[in-house]
């Protein structure tokens, strides 16, 4: 690959790089410590300084950036703004580099590249690599032609101008952020223990607990079964089936949000995706099977802190730790404030015919289901002394709904 030097003519750059040694092992960016800027565009920018005293010396930041892609002198420019130890000097009219030169009093380093008394600047190099490690063509435009792209290294090496030759790094450190105060602990997962649930839903001796952590709340609720292992989803139907506050509905991955009703109008909800832990740990979603003392949470990312990120296949991913209190939820006080002692709905979860059971009706009375916004979806007349109905559900889509039957009301989850 053709390596740039810069303030050259394209002819004497060629002559002059193929005596160069080149380069720097790529840089990764997980082990940069310091980024400068902001955005979700990721590049990492080496500088090689030639000591043949005290050795070959790099340093390497991270620089990111949104929107379209840019050129490499505005990366330079982000990183100075934001790092006063490097010192850029540009030609009058901010084309190429004069000189680079670091400063770090905490280090002992004060480097910058030695200045050619015939040219009047020092004579520095630049290749770069994207991010599947391959050298990317270069051309003569220089930093403020070539375009640096999310995930690519950017490598500057200093080449002595009296040999015309240059080093990759003895040592190569990764610039700290001269702001920062003292390094902030890992944060840790929050989580809640069996014995501060205080609503338990389902039978046996073995338990499991499952949170939510919406973007500003955090809740809890116990599940009680008798068989070895049961899945997250039938954990979630049973809660909600059981607590008309609680639903969740379908959508990517299985799950596409899940909702709680504080009253009235307002209900949380999520902002963006849901991500689930077991114990603390990615699992598999609805599917992942739960033992007896396990802990399982949905958090949103809206609540969660970024403690770790990678790219993979030009997308970035990110680790999150949800710090947030998690609160036992209480036992629900009937569905919107009414009692359901006095009627009965089987099986639930329901796929095809819903069994209703109630005392016998002195009078006619309408049976209807609503879904979670309210809107009457199905309703039949119930006849005067009569006790059980049964109601078809097989054109429901999957979810949670409300069945009233006079005063009296309750919770039906639909599940094909």
Known sequence: MVKKVLALALGLMLAISSMAQWGNPTVSQNDIQFWTGTGSNRAVIAITWNDFTAGNIGVAWGVQWNGNNVVLRDLMDTIAAYD?????????????????????????????????????YAWFMYSWKDSNDVDKSSSSVGVTGDV?????????????????ESYPADTMIMATDPNAGPVDPQPEEATISAEQISYWVGEGNNKVV???????????????????????????DAIMAADHRFSWVAGGW?????????????????????????????????????????????????????VDSSL??????????????IHPVSAPAG????????VTVYPNPVATVLNVRCEVLGQNTEAA???????????????????????????LADGA???????????????H
């Open 210 to 236: 499952l949170a939510v952590n919406w973007a500003d709340t955090a809740l809890a609720w116990g599940y009680k079964f008798s068989t070895d292992s049961v899945t997250v989803q039938q954990v979630m």
């Open 84 to 120: 006063s130890r490097l010192i850029i000097t540009w030609n009058s009219n901010h084309s190429y580099v004069n000189n680079l030169a670091y400063v770090d009093t905490t280090l002992g380093l004060d480097i910058a590249g030695d200045i050619d008394p015939d040219a009047g």
């Open 254 to 306: 299985g799950l596409g949000d899940i909702l709680f009703a504080l009253g009235g109008d307002d209900t949380l909800r999520g902002t963006s995706y849901w991500e689930s832990k077991r114990n603390g740990l990615m699992d598999a979603g609805m599917s992942q099977m739960l033992g007896n003392g396990d802990f399982e949470k949905w958090a949103d990312p809206a609540a969660g802190t970024v």
């Open 148 to 164: 640096i792209i999310n995930g690519d290294f950017v490598d500057w090496l200093y080449m002595d101008y009296n040999t015309f």
């Open 401 to 415: 709904y409300m069945l009233r039957v006079g005063e009296s009301a309750a919770k039906v989850v639909v599940r």
């Open 312 to 325: 993979w296949d030009g997308v970035w991913y990110y680790t999150y730790v949800y710090t947030m209190e």
């Open 335 to 342: 569905i919107a404030g009414i009692e359901t002692v006095d």
């Open 369 to 395: 289901v609503y879904d979670m916004t309210g809107r009457k979806v199905y309703s039949r007349e119930m006849a005067a002394g009569s006790s059980e109905v049964q109601i078809p559900v097989g054109q």
